[in-house]
C-alpha cells in the first residue's frame, strides 16, 4: 500500500509539472503577420526548454479562405503541431498547437481623384460626386478630406462601403473648396491625391452698402450739400454680383446707375430720399436688395463734429481761435515795444508836485509866473512816428484829439534884465 501511494503521488507530480510548464514550452511573438507581396514572412516561434533534451517533431499546415488544407505560403490561416518527447521522460510526449493567421497586400499607389460633373454645380439644384482610386493596392482604405478637414458620414454626405465614392446631396455654400482622397493599407501607409477644387455656384449673401463719407446712423446716411459721395455695394456671391441703385420716390423707383460703386455728388439727390442697392446672380438666379435712406444737411466743417465721442469743438474754430490769439498777442507786443504806456504815465506822474498840482488859470490871475517868450511848434494830426507822439503826450498836460493839429508849447525865459520891463 505504502508503495502504491508513493507511485501515485509520483504521478500526479510529474502531470501537476507538466501542466504548469506546457504553457510555456512554445511561444509565438505575434498571431497575425502582414506580408507584402513578393517578399517573404518568418514565421518565428520561441522554445521555453533546452533543445537537446527533447525530441520535437511538427508540421505547418495552411488553411485557405475556401477551407481546402494546404503547405503553400500563401494568405490564410497557419495551423502548427508539435509533438514533443523528452529523453528523460520515456513516453511521454507533450503536444502544442497554434494558429497564425497571415495576410498578403500589394502596396498602395498614389490615388487619383475625380469629380462628376466636371463643371462647377449650383447650390440647392446639383449634385456631386468625388471617386477615389488606385492603379495598385490590395484591401484600401480610403478617406476624404476638405480644406485638410477629414469628412464624416451625415445626412448630405454618403460614402461607399470603402469610402472610394463621395456623394454629396445637395450642394451648397460650405461644399465650396479643396478635396483630397488618402489610400492606404496593412503595408502602406497613407498616399494623398493630388487636390480637386469642387467650385460651387452661390449667393448673393451678406449685402450692404457702405460709405466713408458723411454721418452713419444705422441705415441713414447724412452728408453735407454739395459734398462728393461714394457708395460701395458688397455681397458674398460666386460668380460676381451684378448691381443696380434705384432711387425711390412717391412709390415710383429709378434706377440711377449700375455697377458696385455709386458716385455722385449730394446736390443732386433729394433730402431724405430712399435708395436701394439690388444685387443679382446671374447663375444662380437669386437676387438681394439693401435699403437706405440718404438726408443732405450741413455737418459744418465735418462729420468730426458728430462723432460719438461728444466733442462738439470744431478743429477748425480751435485753429481759428489759435491763430487770433496769436496775432493780438503780437500786435500787443508791438505797441508795447512803440508806445510803452508805462513810460507815458510814469513820466506825467514823475514831474515835481508844483506842475501837477498847478491850479487852472482863467487868465485874470498874477501872469508874472507866466512872463517869457513862447514858440508854438506844429504836429500833424497824422503823425507820422508813433514814438514822437508818444513823447509829445508825455510833455503835454492834455491831450487833444488825435486827427487834430497838436501844438507844442515851448516857453523861453528872458535873461536878469528883462526882468526890468516888469516894474
Known amino acids: 500500500m505504502e508503495a502504491t501511494g508513493r507511485s501515485a503521488l509520483y504521478v500526479c507530480c510529474v502531470l501537476l509539472i507538466l501542466t504548469e510548464v506546457s504553457s510555456e514550452f512554445i511561444h509565438i511573438p505575434s498571431l497575425v503577420h502582414h506580408g507584402i507581396e513578393g517578399k517573404s514572412v518568418l514565421l518565428s516561434v520561441e522554445t521555453r526548454f533546452p533543445l537537446e533534451d527533447v525530441e520535437i517533431q511538427g508540421t505547418w499546415s495552411h488553411t485557405r479562405p475556401s477551407g481546402t488544407r494546404t503547405t503553400l505560403e500563401d494568405e490564410g490561416d497557419y495551423h502548427l503541431n508539435l509533438n514533443i518527447q523528452f529523453h528523460n521522460q520515456t513516453g511521454l510526449v507533450i503536444k502544442e498547437e497554434r494558429t497564425v493567421h497571415v495576410t498578403v497586400d500589394v502596396p498602395v499607389s498614389s490615388p487619383v481623384i475625380q469629380k462628376s460633373p466636371s463643371y462647377a454645380v449650383v447650390e440647392d439644384k446639383g449634385n456631386a460626386t468625388l471617386t477615389c482610386s488606385v492603379k495598385r493596392g490590395t484591401r484600401v482604405v480610403f478617406q476624404w478630406l476638405r480644406d485638410n478637414q477629414a469628412l464624416g458620414a451625415s445626412d448630405r454626405y454618403h460614402f461607399t ?6 456623394f454629396i446631396s445637395t450642394v451648397r455654400k460650405e461644399d465650396k473648396g479643396t478635396y483630397h482622397c488618402v489610400a492606404s493599407n496593412a503595408v502602406s501607409q497613407g498616399q494623398h491625391s493630388r487636390a480637386l477644387d469642387l467650385n460651387v455656384y452661390y449667393g448673393p449673401y451678406n449685402l450692404g452698402v457702405n460709405s466713408d463719407q458723411g454721418l452713419r446712423t444705422g441705415e ?21 454680383n451684378s448691381y443696380v441703385w434705384i432711387s425711390k420716390s412717391h412709390n415710383t423707383t429709378v434706377v440711377i446707375a449700375e455697377g458696385p460703386r455709386l458716385e455722385m455728388r449730394s446736390y443732386r439727390l433729394a433730402q431724405a430720399e430712399e435708395y ?12 438681394d436688395e439693401a ?10 466743417t465735418g462729420k468730426e463734429k458728430h462723432t460719438q465721442e461728444g466733442n462738439s469743438f ?17 500786435l500787443l507786443f508791438y505797441l508795447r515795444k512803440t508806445c510803452n504806456p508805462k513810460r507815458v504815465l510814469m513820466s506825467i506822474y514823475n514831474r515835481p508836485l508844483s506842475e501837477q498840482k498847478r491850479p487852472h488859470r482863467s487868465g485874470h490871475e498874477d501872469a508874472t509866473e507866466d512872463f517869457g517868450i513862447y514858440e508854438f511848434v506844429s504836429i500833424p494830426g497824422k503823425m507820422e512816428s508813433a ?25 523861453h525865459v528872458p535873461e536878469t534884465p528883462s526882468h526890468s520891463l516888469l516894474n
Not at 161 to 166: F, N, P, V
Not at 402 to 411: A, F, L, P
Request: aromatic fraction near 8%; charged fraction near 15%; glycine fraction near 4%.
Open 387 to 411: 514814438q514822437a507822439s508818444c513823447r509829445s503826450l508825455a510833455r503835454l498836460e492834455s491831450v487833444q484829439d488825435i486827427h487834430t493839429t497838436i501844438y507844442d508849447v515851448i516857453r
Open 161 to 166: 462601403q470603402d469610402s472610394s465614392t463621395l
Open 291 to 300: 435699403q437706405f435712406t440718404l438726408v443732405v444737411a450741413s455737418l459744418g
Open 314 to 330: 470744431s478743429p477748425l474754430a480751435a485753429i481759428v481761435v489759435s491763430s487770433l490769439f496769436i496775432i493780438g498777442s503780437i
Open 276 to 287: 436701394l442697392c439690388r444685387a443679382f446672380n446671374n447663375v444662380t438666379q437669386k437676387q
Open 220 to 240: 441713414v446716411f447724412t452728408i453735407n450739400p454739395g459734398e462728393l459721395i461714394f457708395f460701395e455695394c458688397q455681397a458674398d456671391s460666386n460668380p460676381p
